[in-house]
């Protein structure tokens, strides 16, 4: 029952979006287990048969995908299943087919520069910031992804992990920085 | 309390428990909470307990201190007496919906859920992560922002990092703080 009102949440929310514009295009087969706030100027492209599902304890129960300029570009690939994820991007966020991300945190911007005046950080552009996360990855509870990071294909990244720096396939990573652990 | 007796019935908790910021607690699983434990504001969460199977048992023993803890629990999490909590995360699985882990690189038996013990009179600071396998000794203390995963800490450890680095005796720190004043 809880799969047909999801589903049904799904293609309501995806012709809401079209009509919205073509700033967000959603693929078929999208369940909606809670609510889905896609918000900002940018272009945001969701795979198909993906699943967005909700949990309480963090700072918000439900997946939140934020562009902040209209250059900004998030894809999700298909089959993904976005658990109370905070998504937030200026330039370009890409995530693959088959991946699992519970409770964590991904942004390609500091928002803000470590100098006094905390302005808009000058020297972040595309190539060094753009996330690209690979297919079949899967990111635990309470983890964050930083700007410039690229996961491999199969990696798994435990909860609790802060990624700062790119990740080669097929290793589980743990800790902050998130390195392969080796156990 | 009245309402999860009236309402929940897997859900037990033993008068007093005193709550100052919201607790909310959900899932088949049993919940057992003694006496004299109390819910307090902590970076303004409250407590927070999700069972995610009808077998999962989550305990607390008397006069513990749960300020923003939240608890997802599988198996078992069994929490000891006088524990003092902060923002933290209990978290006896690795991921909530394993069956969606297809990467080859983790070996199946690390998602299978294994229980977490704390002893009594522990403190798990702030942005902490206790997961799978997780056993903490009497009088320990976990550091803000440590990552506790298949690890033990003895009794009156200190464990700090993430990944967790070797835990110190608490009666080594305490003797160098004493000799540095």
Redo the contacts between chains.
């Keep these: 029952m809880k799969r047909y009102i999801a589903c049904l949440r799904g293609k309501l929310f995806a012709q809401w979006c079209a009509l919205r514009g073509h700033r967000i295009r959603i693929g078929p087969g999208l369940q909606l287990y809670c609510k889905l706030d896609i918000r900002g100027p940018g272009l945001v492209e969701i795979g198909s048969n993906c699943q967005v599902?909700s949990?309480?304890?963090?700072s918000k129960p439900y997946v939140t995908i934020y562009t902040h300029s209209p250059e900004s570009h998030i894809f999700i690939g298909d089959n993904a299943?976005l658990?109370a994820v905070r998504i937030s991007s200026r330039f370009s966020i890409r995530i693959g087919n088959?991946i699992?991300i519970?409770e964590a945190g991904i942004s390609d911007t500091d928002f803000h520069s470590i100098d006094r005046d905390r302005s808009m950080p000058l020297d972040e552009t595309t190539s060094k910031c753009a996330i690209q996360i690979g297919n079949?990855?899967?990111i635990?509870?309470?983890s964050f992804v930083c700007k410039g990071v690229n996961i491999g294909d199969?990696?798994?990244v435990?909860?609790?992990?802060?990624v700062t720096r790119s990740l080669p396939t097929?290793?589980?990573a743990?800790?902050?920085p998130a390195r392969s652990?080796a156990? | 309390m009245l309402y999860y007796r009236l309402a929940r019935p897997n859900v037990h908790i033993r008068f007093p428990f005193f709550v100052y910021q919201k607790v909310r607690i959900t899932g088949p699983g049993s919940v057992f909470i003694d006496r004299f434990c109390a819910v307090y504001p902590n970076l303004f969460e409250g407590l927070t307990i999700e069972t995610l199977t009808p077998t999962a048992k989550v305990s607390i023993g008397q006069n513990c201190a749960l300020g923003g803890l939240t608890i997802r629990c599988r198996d078992h999490v069994t929490l000891g007496e006088r524990c003092l909590t902060a923002n933290s995360l209990i978290q006896d699985c690795l991921f909530l919906h394993p069956g969606k882990v297809t990467s080859k690189s983790i070996d199946h038996l690390a998602l299978v859920p294994a229980p977490v013990k704390i002893g009594d009179n522990a403190w798990v600071a702030a942005q902490c992560c206790l997961l799978t396998g997780s056993r903490l000794g009497m009088d320990s203390v976990v550091a803000l922002g440590a990552n506790v995963y298949q690890d033990e800490v003895k009794e009156f450890h200190l464990a700090s990092g993430n990944p967790l680095g070797r835990p110190v005796p608490i009666s080594s720190v305490l003797r160098l703080t004493r000799l540095r004043s």
Excluded at chain 1, 55 to 58: C, M
Excluded at chain 1, 158 to 162: L, Q, R, V
């Design positions: 599902h949990i309480w304890g963090g299943m658990v088959d699992l519970e079949r990855v899967a635990g509870a309470k199969d990696t798994v435990a909860p609790g992990s802060i097929g290793i589980f743990l800790g902050n652990l156990k």
